[in-house]
């Protein structure tokens, strides 16, 4: 089983709410990653959890806020985003040591 | 430093010819490689990895890509597209240590 699974599938959201991101993998991975993509553009990498801890921030706004409760689940919170932040956002894992990553389908994100 | 290259942006073959997508790498050590396909409105599915094995991978699909050290290259090959095959494709090297470097896509059109 190679699933990662991500929730909500879709969000709206203005630029004064609080929404949260979650991405939950079952298969053992002991790293999980956030990603931002937008249309047309390769996946950018936000954030590496590794371990449970964070391992790699890459200068992310502090509006996006990760959080990893434990080895199978990593939650990203969101707040005061603006409209460029609109995007897809991927979660994916890897298993310790591995170099290959597995993603999920991701959350498309609208800010208005 | 390592980075990827894709030739090409967009390449468009009638259904049953040959597909290939181009990538190049630049790397100071052996790199790990992977093709992703992400189809519209979804997250990144791995195709094939090289982590130094056999320098010919075969992935899902029909898919397959040969590593060449002497051109730095890895490009993907299928011997006949099919409609469903429409999609973008990633090209990636890893950096290890969690950070997978994409190259740019490249947006792959079927015609009937």
């Known amino acids: 089983d190679t699933e990662v699974t991500q929730t909500p599938k879709h969000l709206v959201m203005g630029m004064t709410n609080k929404k949260s991101l979650k991405c939950e993998q079952h298969?053992?991975?002991?790293?999980m990653y956030w990603y931002k993509q937008k249309a047309k553009k390769p996946p950018e990498l936000m954030f590496v959890?590794?371990?449970?801890?964070?391992?790699i921030n890459e200068s992310v706004p502090s509006r996006f806020s990760p959080e990893c409760p434990n080895s199978s689940l990593l939650n990203l919170h969101l707040h005061a985003l603006q409209p460029e932040d609109s995007a897809l956002y991927l979660c994916?894992?890897?298993?310790?040591?591995?170099?290959?990553?597995?993603f999920g389908p991701g959350t498309r994100l609208l800010v208005l | 430093a390592q980075s990827v290259t894709q030739l090409g942006s967009h390449v468009s073959v009638s259904e049953g010819a040959l597909v290939l997508l181009r990538c190049n790498y630049s790397?100071?050590?052996?790199?790990?490689l992977f093709w992703y396909v992400q189809y519209p409105n979804q997250g990144l599915q791995l195709l094939l990895k090289?982590?130094?094995?056999?320098?010919l991978v075969k992935g899902i699909n029909g898919f397959e890509a040969e590593f060449k050290k002497s051109e730095t290259s890895f490009h993907l090959t299928k011997p006949s597209a099919h409609m469903s095959d429409a999609a973008e494709y990633f090209c990636?090297?890893?950096?290890?240590?969690?950070?997978?470097?994409f190259g740019q896509g490249t947006e792959l059109s079927v015609k009937p």
């Open positions: 959890y590794s371990y449970e801890k964070l391992s």
């Open positions: 298969m053992g991975h002991r790293a």
């Open positions: 994916a894992s890897s298993q310790e040591g591995e170099e290959t990553q597995y």
């Open positions: 090289y982590t130094s094995a056999a320098t």
């Open positions: 990636a090297v890893s950096l290890g240590g969690g950070k997978l470097i």
């Open positions: 790397s100071s050590v052996p790199p790990y």
